[in-house]
């Protein structure tokens, strides 16, 4: 499919499509809260990842940021993510995801950028998960922590909108399939995963399309 420019037309289309968008989220107490930063940026220098060389010089076109956890981490080290982590006491959603971008990627921004949210994705580790819809706009420079991030990827939204995405696997975990979004030659699992074909889904093509019910691999369960 074509390409998603970095713009503003890009960005009022996915800020009208939340806002006609009916968010479902988590009521149960017992579940810790947590929230991630689902950033609209541009590709810049490109993801260095196999299978994407073709995005080895820059280019305007839309991505999404993403990280790969810092092996350091006690918790789901080296695995796909967005920025995020535990909300802290009498913080929105919107400014934990803005706390947690700049302290993991470096990029600070202000709750104007914030366009909505998508669903809460309750997770086997036992956090219901708030995506938020962040536009970042273009030339945005990320200052890794590397106490947390080993690297951050800026990965086209074409990617996610390849016609073997989602790929979905079925376990003996759960009457619902695992899935995946194919990214060059590798592929990202659920939760991560889900929030990104409900962004597309959602922010791009104004469905309503739930992912909540995605069963996650067994990795993602501690």
């Not at 929105?92 to 706390?99: D, F, K, N, P, W």
């Not at 800026?154 to 399939?177: N, Q, W």
Request: hydrophobic content about 40%; aromatic content about 6%.
């Amino acid at each position: 499919m074509d390409a998603f420019q970095c713009n503003d037309d890009l960005r009022k289309l996915v800020a009208e499509n939340l806002a006609s968008f009916d968010v479902r989220g988590s009521s149960d107490p017992d579940l810790r809260r947590a929230a991630v930063a689902v950033m609209v940026t541009d590709v810049g220098l490109g993801p260095d990842l196999p299978g994407l060389e073709n995005f080895a010089e820059w280019s305007d076109e839309a991505a999404l940021m993403l990280t790969r956890r810092s092996e350091r981490l006690r918790n789901h080290p080296g695995q796909w993510a967005f920025p995020g982590g535990r909300m802290d006491p009498g913080e929105s959603v919107g400014e934990t995801a803005l706390r947690e971008m700049h302290e993991e990627v470096g990029i600070k921004l202000e709750p104007a950028n914030v366009l909505g949210c998508l669903d809460d994705f309750v997770t086997r580790s036992g956090f219901a998960i708030t995506p938020v819809v962040i536009w970042g706009g273009p030339d945005l420079a990320a200052d890794p922590n590397p106490d947390e991030v080993a690297s951050v990827h800026r990965i086209p939204l074409r990617e996610f909108c390849r016609k073997d995405a989602p790929k979905l696997r079925k376990v003996k975990t759960s009457e619902h399939p695992i899935l995946r979004m194919p990214v060059g030659k590798d592929h990202i699992a659920a939760p991560t995963a889900a929030l990104i074909y409900q962004f597309r889904e959602v922010c791009l093509s104004g469905k309503d399309t739930r992912v909540a019910h995605f069963e996650q691999p067994r990795f993602a369960w501690k």
